[in-house]
């Protein structure tokens, strides 16, 4: 059985487009389909791709709404579709707690570091790369790890590595992790997937 993705997002959707070609053309193949994609942020560019997909597409304002309807819907959405797995694909909110209880060790997140250094509260996008660069790191990369209550603390499920120049200003650095955000996310994806059947 094909398992169906909610994808979570909130800005560029590259992420997004990544785990989209794999379900096409990659080793999603026939292993998972995306079956919504919710952005918190109603001018993502991500929802676009989406759109274009023909995939099922919904903005949910986070900064004019009220959280606690903003968690329910966002619950609701993600079940109503009926998601076995929500990745959180660049989504640059917390996750709420009710989806986090209800998707337990089911919800995937992408963090554009090798956590456990470089995560926690105000620790995302640029930020990360920014303060790579301060430590003047030789190495960065990315890390899909289990959603659970804390900020980036849950089960590493998959890294990989980049290797950094002294000369890489924070841009680079983000860019040169962001190309294996891509490749490792859909990897990480198919891992859950698997191992799930394992579990049945
Ligand atoms: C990605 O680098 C992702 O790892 C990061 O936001 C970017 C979104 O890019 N997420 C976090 O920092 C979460 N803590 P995208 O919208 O192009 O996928």
């Given at each position: 059985m094909i398992k169906k993705l909610a994808v979570l997002i909130s800005g560029n959707g590259s992420n997004l487009q990544a785990i989209i070609n794999s379900t096409k053309y990659g080793i999603l193949k026939g292993v998972a389909e995306i079956v919504i994609v919710i952005s918190?942020?109603?001018?993502?560019f991500g929802l676009q791709r989406a759109e274009k997909e023909g995939i099922k597409n919904i903005a949910l304002d986070y900064d004019n709404m009220d959280k606690n309807d903003y968690n329910n819907k966002l619950l609701e959405l993600i079940k109503e579709a009926g998601a076995d797995l929500v990745c959180l694909?660049?989504?640059?909110k917390r996750i709420p707690e009710n989806i986090i209880k209800e998707y337990k060790s089911r919800i995937l997140n992408i963090h554009p570091?090798?956590?456990?250094?470089?995560?926690?509260?105000?620790?995302?996008g640029h930020h990360v790369h920014e303060a790579v660069v301060k430590a003047k790191e030789k190495k960065s990369g990315a890390t899909v790890h289990f959603a659970d209550?804390?900020?980036?603390?849950g089960s590493i499920i998959m890294q990989k590595e980049v290797d950094l120049d002294e000369t890489d200003n924070h841009e680079e650095v983000a860019k040169k992790v962001l190309l294996v955000e891509h490749e490792i996310f859909p990897e990480a994806i198919k891992k859950v997937v698997e191992e799930s059947k394992n579990d049945n």
């Amino acid at each position: 059985m094909i398992k169906k993705l909610a994808v979570l997002i909130s800005g560029n959707g590259s992420n997004l487009q990544a785990i989209i070609n794999s379900t096409k053309y990659g080793i999603l193949k026939g292993v998972a389909e995306i079956v919504i994609v919710i952005s918190s942020n109603p001018k993502a560019f991500g929802l676009q791709r989406a759109e274009k997909e023909g995939i099922k597409n919904i903005a949910l304002d986070y900064d004019n709404m009220d959280k606690n309807d903003y968690n329910n819907k966002l619950l609701e959405l993600i079940k109503e579709a009926g998601a076995d797995l929500v990745c959180l694909a660049g989504y640059l909110k917390r996750i709420p707690e009710n989806i986090i209880k209800e998707y337990k060790s089911r919800i995937l997140n992408i963090h554009p570091a090798l956590l456990p250094k470089y995560g926690g509260k105000g620790m995302y996008g640029h930020h990360v790369h920014e303060a790579v660069v301060k430590a003047k790191e030789k190495k960065s990369g990315a890390t899909v790890h289990f959603a659970d209550e804390g900020y980036d603390t849950g089960s590493i499920i998959m890294q990989k590595e980049v290797d950094l120049d002294e000369t890489d200003n924070h841009e680079e650095v983000a860019k040169k992790v962001l190309l294996v955000e891509h490749e490792i996310f859909p990897e990480a994806i198919k891992k859950v997937v698997e191992e799930s059947k394992n579990d049945n």
